[in-house]
């Protein structure tokens, strides 16, 4: 057979077909598929102690090496691998793109039915119908979730890591197993020349019944699938870049170990000037490196965030970065929010005519533009400053997540709380002055609130954030 790849995967899940479709590959000249080779309690088969020379002690401690073998075996060799195999192996299976993916699929809650019985009966492949173990599964809820959830997960990763590396898999469902014109446009895939005229081995499905004759309290079932929601639609899209952490903008204690972790748009001012006051100064502008140099330098230290409500995130950012001009502030974008998004901004600032009125069809403008530009409809940068607060603790722990999040108006308390765990004197904290020239409590209402949760759904949904006021 011509040597399209060196090796293949099957990416499949327990009760989805892989023994049949295994046996299936295994008809193919040149075509070897070896079980579940990377299986953490046993190597290829239950009743097999070492798979191509190696034994399962030789592989979980060397998994690469089995896999070199496996790439190097007579012909085509592949094996099944599940969500819960040696994850240590995963990783080399995407990045190789010599290794043919084959994606094997099945309706889940046939899979777990399937799997519910097969755990009752121990029966797991079937050959002699007249062997056959006859039982009901008994649907539960809470436990078929968990198991949706892993399996959509592992599928998900799968499908993430191909598209990332530009590779694709060949997609098989659970009924195309026995179709022999896919199994032959599978194995030509492959790279085998020849074709099989039909399935010579003895693998039978084991539970051909309609599920409801398979499911003790099926009625009970139909009512909890009912309840899932199988189209997502409760999900809040998420069209933001994926950020890693802001690690340059960290600020560390001089005198305690404790590691301020701003979020832009929130209290910076305020929770340095309190840092600062602890003792010793402040260390800034980490680096990886240095971070984690300092990370062990401090046994028993606390990393900490703060959180600020959407609206009063925004109205700050507004008012300091795009509002106002000067050496801090956004003028490009403050220019194209002008000319391109009609935002009502003074063309030159300070403006002695802008009054409450203004702001505030000023900052409501703002808001809808952070709206579409958090979508991904507009030109412009996504900036840290008004970037979703979810989206920016979720870059964080890329490298170290926040060991406390505390919320602005819980500060005080929550700062005094972190330096007695330390062991330092909690300083007073000084509040940020309200930001201005109009405040946003002068021109707060509903509208102006209903914008903050358009822009910022998930802020409010995963941060659990009520109304400003």
């Known amino acids: 057979m011509a040597r399209t790849y060196d090796a293949f995967v099957v990416f499949a899940e327990m009760r989805t077909g892989s023994n049949l479709l295994e046996a299936n590959l295994n008809l193919f000249d040149g075509i070897s598929c070896l079980g579940e080779a990377f299986n953490p309690h046993f190597i290829g088969y239950p009743n097999k102690t070492e798979l191509l020379g190696l034994d399962q002690a030789t592989r979980d401690a060397d998994p690469q090496a089995l896999l070199d073998r496996v790439r190097g075996a007579e012909g085509l060799a592949g094996f ?3 969500h819960d195999h040696d994850p240590r192996i995963l990783e080399p299976l995407l990045d190789d793109a010599r290794i043919a993916k084959i994606v094997l699929t099945r309706n889940p ?26 039982a009901r599964a008994v649907f539960d809820s809470a436990d ?14 799968l499908l993430n890591g191909l598209q990332k590396r530009g590779q694709t898999a060949f997609y098989v469902a659970y009924e195309d197993v026995q179709d022999l014109g896919v199994m032959n446009g599978l194995a030509r895939w492959l ?15 084991q ?95 606390r990393r900490f965030t703060v959180l600020r409500h959407p609206l009063a995130r925004a109205h700050h950012v507004f008012c300091q ?13 403050r220019r194209v929010l002008i000319n ?15 009054d409450a009125g203004a702001h505030r069809a000023a900052f409501g403008g703002f808001l809808e533009f952070i709206k579409a530009n958090l979508a991904g409809q507009t030109n412009l940068r996504i900036d840290p400053h008004w970037a979703s607060q979810s989206g920016l603790l979720q870059g964080m722990g890329d490298l170290c997540l926040p060991d406390v999040v505390l919320r602005e108006e819980d500060l005080a308390e929550g700062l005094a709380q972190l330096a007695e765990r330390v062991g330092v004197a909690a300083p007073e904290v000084v509040a940020a002055a ?27 949904l995963m941060l659990g954030f009520g109304d400003w006021r």
Request: charged share 25%.
């Open 321 to 333: 970065r795009i509002l106002a001009t000067g050496p801090q502030c956004f003028g490009r974008i």
């Open 80 to 82: 099944r691998y599940f």
């Open 144 to 157: 078929f979730e968990a198991h949706l959830e892993a399996l959509q997960g592992f599928q998900v990763r």
């Open 207 to 301: 539970n051909p019944a309609p599920i409801s004759d398979k499911v003790e309290n099926f009625d009970e079932m139909q009512q909890a699938l009912a309840r899932l929601d199988r189209f997502d639609l409760s999900r809040t899209p998420n069209f933001e870049p994926r950020r890693g952490a802001a690690v340059p903008g960290y600020v560390a204690a001089g005198a305690a170990p404790l590691l301020y972790m701003p979020i832009k748009g929130g209290p910076e001012d305020a929770v340095c000037d309190w840092l600062a006051a602890t003792g010793g100064g402040l260390t800034r502008d980490f680096n990886q490196k240095s971070l984690r140099q300092w990370l062990r330098r401090n046994a028993g230290h």
């Open 340 to 354: 391109r998004h009609d935002l009502p901004l003074p063309e030159n600032w300070p403006d002695p005519s802008y």
């Open 434 to 460: 309200p930001d201005g020239p109009v405040t946003l409590a002068e021109i707060y209402d509903a509208d102006l609130e209903a914008l903050a949760r358009a822009a910022y759904p998930r802020d409010y």
């Open 191 to 205: 790279g085998c020349e020849t074709e099989l005229e039909g399935f010579d081995h003895n693998l039978k499905r």
């Open 109 to 134: 809650v046939e899979s777990y039915v399937s799997w519910k019985i097969a755990q009752q009966t121990d029966q797991w492949k079937l050959t002699n119908v007249a062997r056959r173990k006859d």
